[in-house]
């Protein structure tokens, strides 16, 4: 299901970063889930605030950032949150997602699931902000997916994260797992197939966002 060539890719673009082997994706030791969410959620907005900077844009942090349970999330433009799934919502310009299904995430994959399905949310907040355009919505995933890649290097390479050995497995398999599905996350016509997901990834890791 994951092929293996792309994690060896990635697995070298971790290891020519220098990377050593602490505990996790994380600068802390042991870090909860809510830590996780915290610090991805925080480290995510400064990121992409710098690059606002940098391009003499002013980045518009988002409006809220909302757990839920089940059925019992907030709706979006009249639409209603689903279970099992993480959104950005641009008419509220807010990224909700669902805990219990996050954390279950977390305790099965690793923490990298937190690093990846975050950033890929932000990332739709970006392209919000820029007013980015797709014909298709897997473009825009594909991109979302880019940028989660592109985030990731640049926090691990300015040491805000440090990646563990099998922190790049966990985000690959992550990506198969991952999604917004307000449409059918398992459709790859969606998101992409896990395949172009890695790939994307893969691309914004190696190339940074500029690359997307
Ligand atoms: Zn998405």
């Not at 008419?91 to 923490?111: R, S």
């Amino acid at each position: 299901m994951i092929p293996r060539p792309l994690i060896v890719v990635l697995a070298l673009v971790l290891a020519a970063c220098g990377l050593t082997r602490p505990p996790s994706m994380d600068a802390a030791e042991e870090d909860s889930f809510e830590d996780d969410v915290r610090t991805a959620r925080t480290l995510t907005e400064e990121f992409w605030k710098q690059q606002f900077d940098r391009l003499g844009e002013t980045y518009r942090p988002i409006a809220d950032f909302i757990p839920y349970s089940g059925t019992s999330g907030p709706s979006c433009g009249g639409e209603p949150s689903v279970p099992n799934n993480a959104f950005y919502c641009p008419v509220g310009h807010f990224i909700a997602y669902d805990q219990d299904w996050m954390e279950a995430l977390w305790n099965e994959m690793g923490d990298g699931s937190v690093y990846l399905i975050i950033p890929h949310e932000f990332g739709h907040s970006v392209q919000a902000q820029l007013g980015t355009g797709f014909e298709l919505n897997v473009q825009m995933e594909l991109q979302a997916d880019c940028y989660a890649g592109g985030t990731l290097s640049a926090l691990v390479n300015s040491g805000a994260l440090t990646a563990q050995p099998g922190d790049e497995n966990e985000l690959l398999l992550s990506l198969a797992a991952a999604g917004d599905p307000t449409d059918d996350w398992l459709n790859p016509a969606a998101h992409g197939t896990a395949e172009q997901r890695q790939q994307a990834f893969v691309q914004g890791y190696r190339g940074g966002v500029g690359a997307c």
